[in-house]
């Protein structure tokens, strides 16, 4: 199917991709990613990070209320700062945990969701997430063992012709970051 949306005017005229294409591509490229933690002293381009800031404000929040703020380090005084304060608090915390407590689900579970928005997203599908409270009925109707904690229902399709948009506003992106 084409998606008009992924429409791109190439050099000997427009070149369509397939919702298919796009699912594999985003996921060939998010296959690629991994974390890094020996870096050079290559410069950023501070405008890549603030294009993709405004990315992750587009993200669906609860009742919009969009809780996220972003703060780009880019003084060496702050960033040796928080380097020393990082390793104070991770070498107490070392020598004094259980480690097998600190898998942090909740927040991988949050990355790989955005994750899993930006790809049906970008297979021209849509999407609402939806947060009944309390959700555990979904391990009785699921069977899922009760060490499983269900965060969410994404609910995926494809909007009806007529389907209701509410007039919101998002937060503009210098609403949302700030330079050091
Ligand atoms: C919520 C969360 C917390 C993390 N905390 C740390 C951390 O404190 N230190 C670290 O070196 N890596 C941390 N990581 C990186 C993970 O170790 C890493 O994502 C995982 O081993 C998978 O490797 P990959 O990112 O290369 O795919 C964290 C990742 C997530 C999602």
Redesign the pocket.
């Known amino acids: 199917m084409e998606n008009q949306l992924n429409k791109k005017e190439g050099i000997s005229g427009p070149v369509f991709y397939t919702c298919a294409d796009a699912a594999m591509q985003f996921y060939n490229k998010m296959s690629t990613?991994?974390?890094i933690?020996d870096f050079s002293d290559q410069p950023v381009d501070i405008d890549l990070v603030k294009a993709a800031i405004a990315a992750a404000g587009t993200s669906p929040s609860g009742a919009n209320k969009q809780p996220w703020f972003f703060s780009i380090i880019t003084d060496q005084t702050i960033k040796d700062c928080i380097r020393k304060a990082a390793e104070n608090v991770e070498n107490a915390f070392y020598a004094t945990s259980n480690l097998k407590k600190w898998i942090?689900p909740v927040?991988?579970t949050c990355?790989a969701t955005g994750i899993l928005l930006t790809s049906l997203h970008l297979s021209g599908l849509n999407t609402l997430t939806h947060t009944p409270r309390p959700i555990g009925f979904l391990n009785s109707i699921l069977n899922l063992d009760k060490t499983f904690k269900p965060l969410m229902l994404v609910v995926v399709g494809h909007a009806a012709e007529n389907a209701w948009l509410p007039p919101i506003q998002k937060k503009h992106s210098t609403e949302i970051m700030k330079i050091y």
Do not use: G
Request: glycine letters at 0%; hydrophobic letters at 10%.
């Open positions: 990613r991994r974390s933690r942090y927040e991988s990355i």
